[in-house]
């Protein structure tokens, strides 16, 4: 893939990646906490809101585990399944960060 190409994929990639974020936060979260289902995951699950995340992200990537395994069987995935799985991978590692930042800030 070229670089002019390569730009095009990553800049889709970003937009979608913040209407997704921004379309999922006022599903999944209130106005004052954007991690909120995270930490009420952990204290229902008695872990830490990083394992509650780990553990919702882990059915996107044994799905897309799933897809590399059709392509070496020769099965093709229609690319919005592809799109889909590889987005939500994408928005929990953000979330993921944020966590991450959160608790290094002590917040």
Not at 41 to 54: D, I
Not at 61 to 89: C, M, P, R
Request: glycine letters at 6%.
């Amino acid at each position: 893939m070229n670089y002019e190409d390569f730009n095009e994929v990553l800049g889709g990639r970003i937009k979608e990646l913040g209407e997704t974020l921004s379309a999922k936060s006022a599903e999944y979260s209130s106005d004052s906490d954007k991690l909120e289902n995270f930490k009420d995951a952990a204290a229902m699950l008695g872990t830490t809101p990083e394992y509650a995340l780990w553990g919702m992200v882990t059915k996107h990537i044994i799905a897309t585990q799933k897809f590399i395994h059709q392509i070496d069987d020769d099965v093709e995935v229609n690319y919005s399944q592809w799109n889909e799985k590889l987005g939500d991978i994408i928005a929990y590692m953000v979330l993921l960060d944020a966590l991450i930042q959160e608790r290094q800030d002590g917040n």
